[in-house]
């Protein structure tokens, strides 16, 4: 799944789970870590698999329950000590909501081949045509039906969070604004 069809279904899920649970929209540093925890998976593996080959895919440790067994506990610890424990839920939503998408649709009807990915190390992944770099990884892909299903999806999480009231954008901007005001 490409980055963006990651973090719709990650802010989606999420945005129901806020609603549900304090009556409101996501707040902007929670997003932040939403954002950053649907992308985490492919940030680790991608690179060390693509472009350093120190991982034999590109879904394999960070794509890993074992090695989320492992992050979000640390994750929750550090939010407990911050007292920010909806930072690290966000980011758990995001973690685990990009391993869920990157399961293949035959998991529906009961098709598990192809989740290996899911207990790397201890069993292996599909190996794919291997590439040069991690631009390369993803130029090699084309735009299929899949990829024009998740930027749909985008789009429909573009909507929801603008029916939320863009949450985020404002905090964007006011560190956007202080970081080019130290360059003047």
């Given at each position: 799944?490409?980055?963006?069809?990651?973090?719709?279904?990650?802010?989606?899920?999420?945005?129901?789970?806020?609603?549900?649970?304090?009556?409101?929209?996501?707040?902007?540093?929670?997003?932040?870590?939403?954002?950053?925890?649907?992308?985490?998976?492919?940030?680790?593996?991608?690179?060390?698999?693509?472009?350093?080959?120190?991982?034999?895919?590109?879904?394999?440790?960070?794509?890993?329950?074992?090695?989320?067994?492992?992050?979000?506990?640390?994750?929750?610890?550090?939010?407990?000590?911050?007292?920010?424990?909806?930072?690290?839920?966000?980011?758990?939503?995001?973690?685990?909501?990009?391993?869920?998408?990157?399961?293949?649709?035959?998991?529906?009807?009961?098709?598990?081949?192809?989740?290996?990915?899911?207990?790397?190390?201890?069993?292996?992944?599909?190996?794919?045509?291997?590439?040069?770099?991690?631009?390369?990884?993803?130029?090699?892909?084309?735009m299929g039906t899949y990829e024009w299903i998740q930027l749909g999806l985008f789009v429909v999480a573009l909507a929801v969070w603008?029916?939320?009231?863009?949450?985020?954008?404002?905090?964007?901007?006011?560190?956007?604004?202080?970081?080019?005001?130290?360059?003047?």
């Amino acid at each position: 799944m490409w980055p963006w069809g990651h973090l719709a279904v990650a802010y989606l899920l999420y945005t129901l789970y806020t609603r549900r649970r304090y009556g409101r929209p996501p707040e902007a540093l929670a997003l932040a870590a939403l954002l950053l925890g649907s992308q985490v998976p492919d940030l680790i593996d991608k690179p060390l698999a693509w472009s350093l080959g120190v991982l034999p895919g590109g879904r394999t440790l960070g794509h890993s329950l074992l090695f989320a067994a492992l992050l979000l506990p640390a994750v929750y610890a550090l939010a407990i000590r911050l007292r920010r424990v909806d930072v690290a839920t966000a980011f758990a939503i995001g973690h685990l909501s990009h391993l869920l998408a990157d399961l293949p649709p035959g998991v529906l009807v009961g098709d598990f081949s192809d989740t290996e990915f899911l207990l790397w190390p201890l069993t292996q992944p599909e190996t794919y045509e291997s590439v040069d770099s991690v631009t390369g990884g993803f130029l090699g892909y084309s735009m299929g039906t899949y990829e024009w299903i998740q930027l749909g999806l985008f789009v429909v999480a573009l909507a929801v969070w603008y029916r939320d009231g863009t949450p985020g954008l404002a905090s964007a901007r006011l560190t956007l604004e202080r970081y080019t005001s130290l360059g003047r």
